[in-house]
């Protein structure tokens, strides 16, 4: 299953980077973090009962990308990303079903994503709620707030992801609000923790499917390396913003080329 993962994951940052290339956009090293999580995610989850809130909506173009291979858009609604006039803009917005609430505003997608899990627990619905999280949103009031909700809730059909890839927008994550331990937070919090290697798919699968503790929501702390795939972006800041010249694209996509070999 790990070479499976593997797979996919290297077609999608291909895509991935064709697409943030071509619309001249930003956040190539953010898309890259998560690419192997949102992997294993959409091969475990089911569309029709789970939901998957990208909470970091700004890797907006790798959720269009597993969107479009579980058939929820179209090839033309893909390539659309940030072209003039397309609704696939760079930032996740609810403009279909499967993309059942905006990400962007950091602090968001938990808040969003309790809402949904409560609901299910009322309603007695099966299905789980997956929220990736980026560790800058560690940053924000409303994720710990939230955090409380969802353990006093006893919210168990509530998975959190965090890529935990150290950086964010405007330098390292520990220089702009250091947490020294997150693991000890979240079980501050009442959560089920799990720590992980956010590139390596067996942990990855691991950390997903394994059972939950009842009454307990689960957070994993997937660590991660911001442009992971492409050597000259790996942990390098300068691709959380900047746009890809000819040059650098041709270099990325060659990279990635020569790991497929």
């Not at 702009?176 to 693991?183: A, D, P, Q, R, V």
Request: glycine share 8%.
């Amino acid at each position: 299953m790990a070479e499976n993962y593997k797979k996919i994951a290297l077609e999608a940052r291909k895509k991935v980077l064709e697409m943030i290339y071509k619309a001249q956009t930003s956040h190539i090293g953010s898309n890259f973090s998560c690419i192997d999580l949102l992997t294993v995610i959409f091969e475990k989850a089911s569309l029709d009962k789970d939901k998957v809130i990208l909470s970091k909506g700004w890797a907006a173009a790798s959720l269009y990308y597993f969107l479009w291979r579980k058939g929820r858009i179209t090839k033309e609604e893909l390539d659309s990303y940030c072209q003039p006039g397309s609704k696939f803009i760079g930032l996740a917005e609810p403009i279909i079903p499967e993309i059942s609430a905006a990400g962007g505003s950091m602090g968001f997608g938990l808040p969003f994503g309790i809402g949904f899990a409560l609901s299910k627990k009322i309603k007695k619905e099966g299905g789980r709620i997956h929220i990736l999280m980026s560790d800058g949103e560690m940053d924000c009031g409303t994720t710990w707030e939230s955090a409380l909700i969802a353990s006093h809730h006893r919210l168990d059909n509530l998975l959190v992801i965090v890529d935990a890839n150290e950086l964010q927008a405007m330098g390292k994550v520990k220089d702009i609000l250091n947490i020294e331990s997150l693991k000890d937070k979240w079980e501050a919090f009442g959560w089920d923790v799990r720590e992980i290697d956010g590139h390596n798919f067996e942990e990855i699968e691991k950390a997903l499917t394994e059972l939950i503790q009842e009454g307990k929501p689960r957070v994993i702390i997937a660590r991660t390396i911001k442009g992971k795939g492409v050597n000259f972006m790996e942990g390098n800041n300068l691709y959380h913003y900047k746009a890809l010249s000819d040059d650098e694209y041709e270099k990325a996509l060659k990279e990635l080329e020569f790991n497929a070999q």
